[in-house]
Each structure stands twice: as structure tokens, then as C-alpha cells.
């Protein structure tokens, strides 16, 4: 504890009095980080007051069935997302962000052709174990340094030789990766460190009539993100500037139609005991360019 880290001199006391008065004047993250001073935030002050004393629906202001159980799956629910609006039977279709390639092999199953494009070597190493084995295997953390490998086989009516993998970046795709019916970009828009340059993108790479997938948390953070890169989240002039109006204007522009519009929560697993619980706010645009 503090005591243990800073006790004895006076030295240290100083030097532990700055640290917390740097901790509640700056912004850090939330009480989901890890470090002891970030219990001394006013950020940690407001989560504790909501944690502590705010009624249910303040707290969570959504449906039943978009609690834990609902939240699983992810990669599956956005990909047939996407092809509940898809407009063509044979279709291309581009995972923009497409981590380990959950949602790619997902789309496999009614696309001819899937490209899935990560900014990790790991996970696209990953993903094309996958498609080159059919088979999962990973190790889940029980509770700290004790771990259990569980072994997952990808469902054998998909066909792995229709995806294809590649490192790649969102702001920056290669000029010949040519033109898809379907975009999809899966918690990835608030990860971009410049997230309007893919933005821009879409109407050059999304065929007339195909649809685009913007699935997001809005999660802006500088650390991935600059301020003044982030499309929404922010107070300009007193006023708030939501992240969905600012996106809807800005693909407006581009020549794209919203056609739908959900909550689309999903679940990350820390240890047994914990896990990150989000609903991203997910909108389908159709190109009518």
C-alpha cells in the first residue's frame, strides 16, 4: 500500500502528496487500469459514486437481453449483421480490423470471398492458423498465474479457403485491394489514430448499393487517438458533440445512407471473476454513390 511504497521520510511523503495531486488534476483512465494512484483521480471519485449509489437504469440503460449472455458471440452477431442488409447472393466482403478473424470466418458462409485486414502481425498469424488448421487452441487466465487451454474447432460447414488474411493498416490501404459489396469495421473506428482518412476511404472501396458496418464504442482515448482526430466525444464551444451526429454527418457527406441502427454489446473475458462487458453502437450505411 501507500504506506509500504512511501513511508519513513519526508522525501517520500512529498514525493507521494505530488504524485496524487498530479492523479486528481490530470486525466487518467478509468478505475479499470491498473496503478494505485488511480484511486486518487476525481475520474475514480465519480465512477465509486455512480458504483456505490446510482439507481439501475442510470447505471445500465439497457435491455435483458443485452446483459452477459446476450454480449457473446460478438464476431457472429456483426457479421450477420451485415448480411441481413446484404443486397447481392454472391457477395466480397472486406473485415476491416479484423483481430483474429472471428467475424471473417463467419462471413465465409454466405460470401464467395472474405479479405481480413489487421494492423497485429500476431493476430493475423493467428487467424491464419485458424484458416490453415480449423482449430483453436488458446489459454484463459483462471485467477492471476493459473491458466486452463481450452480447444475450440471451427464449425466444418465454413469455407476456410474462401478468407484470406493480411497485416494491413485502416488508414492506410493498399491502392489495389479493389471493391467490396460488404465493409465491415468491428470496434476499430475509436482505435485509428486517424479515423476520417478511413472514413474517407469507404466510397473509393465499397461497391454502389454495398453496405458498410461501423461498429463502435465511441471509447476515445489519446493514447490511440488524438483529441482533435476524434469524431465526436468531445465539448466544443459548451456544447457536447456526440459521436453517432458527428459520424452521421461525415458519412452523409461521403454519399452513404443509414439504413439501420443497434446496440450491439459484446464481452471480453479477463479471469473467471472478471470481464469487460461494452455495447457498441452499431450502424449499417448503404453507398449511393
Known amino acids: 500500500g501507500i504506506n509500504a511504497e512511501y513511508g519513513g521520510s519526508a522525501q517520500r511523503k512529498s514525493k507521494l502528496k505530488h504524485k496524487i495531486l498530479m492523479a486528481s488534476s490530470t486525466s487518467l483512465r478509468s478505475t479499470t487500469a491498473s496503478g494505485s494512484l488511480v484511486y ?3 475520474k ?18 439497457y435491455k435483458e ?22 443486397n447481392v ?7 476491416i480490423g479484423c483481430a483474429v478473424g472471428g467475424a471473417s470466418f463467419e462471413l465465409a458462409r454466405f460470401c464467395s470471398e472474405v479479405l481480413g485486414i489487421d494492423f497485429s502481425h500476431k493476430f493475423i498469424e493467428a487467424a491464419n492458423s485458424v484458416k490453415q ?7 484463459a487466465v483462471q485467477q492471476a498465474e493459473i491458466t486452463v487451454t481450452n480447444e475450440v474447432h471451427l ?12 497485416q ?4 492506410n490501404l493498399r491502392q489495389n485491394i479493389g471493391t467490396f459489396d460488404i465493409v465491415l469495421a468491428s470496434n476499430l473506428l475509436c482505435r485509428l489514430p486517424k479515423p476520417r482518412v478511413f472514413l474517407e476511404r469507404l466510397p473509393l472501396i465499397t461497391k454502389s448499393q454495398g453496405i458498410v458496418a461501423l461498429i463502435s464504442p465511441y471509447s476515445w482515448l489519446e493514447e490511440y487517438t488524438s483529441r482533435e482526430e476524434w469524431i465526436g466525444g468531445y465539448i466544443d464551444n459548451g456544447q457536447p458533440k456526440d459521436s453517432f451526429d458527428q459520424l452521421q454527418q461525415i458519412m452523409t457527406q461521403l454519399g452513404f445512407e443509414l439504413v439501420h441502427r443497434e446496440d450491439v454489446p459484446f464481452l471480453i473475458r479477463e479471469h473467471a471473476r472478471k470481464y469487460q462487458w461494452g455495447c457498441s453502437d452499431g450502424t449499417i450505411w448503404r453507398n449511393k454513390n
Open 40 to 42: 486518487e483521480s476525481s
Open 44 to 61: 475514480a471519485t465519480e465512477e465509486y459514486l455512480q458504483f456505490h449509489y446510482s439507481d439501475i437504469k442510470s447505471i445500465f440503460p
Open 65 to 86: 437481453d443485452e446483459t452477459v449472455l446476450g454480449a457473446t458471440q460478438f464476431p457472429a452477431r456483426c457479421a450477420k449483421l451485415c448480411l441481413k442488409y446484404r
Open 89 to 95: 447472393p454472391s457477395m466480397r466482403a472486406l473485415d
Open 133 to 139: 488448421t480449423g482449430y483453436i487452441k488458446y489459454s
Open 155 to 166: 464449425d466444418t460447414t465454413i469455407d476456410r479457403s474462401r478468407v484470406h488474411f493480411e
Open 168 to 171: 494491413g493498416d485502416a488508414c
